[in-house]
């Protein structure tokens, strides 16, 4: 069955295109650019934009099975169309088999952030086809943002800073996104999924300057400057207040689960490892 990997060069859709290839599946690697992809050998890079029906349509004839993934802003349209548009998509081409990634809690609460989820997940459950659900939250690949300022120098601006979070490593969802795609054993399953351990991110640049060698400093950025930033970046002003609210109102996030542990069969890999096979990102 050949599978189609949406987001095929990103944090988690790389690591599925490399673990699904090693085991002898057919990939389509799908992204706007087929031409920059670096990908194994046994995968296909393919043209797709969610934002151009006809090059989905394309991409995903002949799948059997579709990895589904966007990375369109929440509040950036009326609804989560690029998700919608994937499994339109995915539905014309005969796929069977999906797996969605997700976000922690998907589509619970009355927010913005909850109602775009909502609806992203009921584009894919609302179809017959065996579909599987991947809720994770924060990934350890967020600290790659802080590679920029580490090229020049030891410090670190962090906003929520203290807010702790039981991270999971991109290439442990990966495993978990292959087993849901290639057995029958997650049909119809939702898995909110975490690390193996709850650490600021204060405490994860600490672990990464230890992995470096390098006295790393952090500097808290206050939650007016957090605010702004997201304001700057062009964050609708709803999106804005349900982040703020969500992550200074609560701790969802930092509970560590059981589930990756359980569907992976051993331990997943904590901050340390994720940043010794990363470290070279840091070192640019």
Do not use: C
């Amino acid at each position: 069955m050949t599978i189609l990997v949406t987001g095929a060069t990103g944090h988690v859709g790389g690591e599925l295109v490399r673990r699904l290839t090693a085991a002898g599946h057919p990939v389509r690697a799908m992204t706007r650019r087929p031409s920059e992809a670096r990908l194994p050998k046994g995968a296909e890079a393919v043209y797709g934009d969610a934002d151009d029906p006809a090059s989905l349509d394309a991409a995903f004839a002949g799948a059997g099975g579709a990895f589904l993934m966007s990375a369109q802003g929440v509040g950036t349209a009326p609804g989560p169309t690029h998700d919608i548009a994937l499994a339109d998509a995915a539905e014309r081409a005969g796929v069977r088999r999906v797996a969605k990634l997700s976000v922690l809690d998907g589509g619970t609460g009355a927010d913005v952030i909850a109602r775009w989820h909502a609806a992203a997940e009921a584009a894919v459950t609302n179809r017959d086809w065996s579909w599987t659900l991947l809720r994770p939250g924060r990934f350890m690949s967020n600290a790659l943002q802080w590679a920029g300022q580490l090229s020049a120098g030891d410090e670190v601006r962090i906003p929520f800073a203290d807010r702790p979070a039981a991270s999971i490593d991109p290439a442990d969802l990966a495993e978990i996104a292959a087993l849901a795609l290639t057995t029958d054993d997650h049909a119809g399953a939702t898995h909110e999924l975490s690390g193996p351990q709850s650490l600021t991110p204060v405490e994860e640049l600490a672990v990464l300057a230890d992995v470096l060698h390098r006295d790393l400093r952090a500097v808290p950025l206050p939650p007016e400057a957090a605010r702004a930033g997201m304001e700057r970046y062009g964050f609708p002003a709803e999106v804005v207040d349900a982040i703020m609210h969500r992550t200074l109102g609560g701790d969802r996030g930092a509970e560590v689960l059981p589930t990756a542990e359980k569907l992976l069969g051993r331990p997943p890999r904590t901050f340390a490892q994720w940043a010794a096979i990363h470290a070279h990102a840091f070192l640019k």
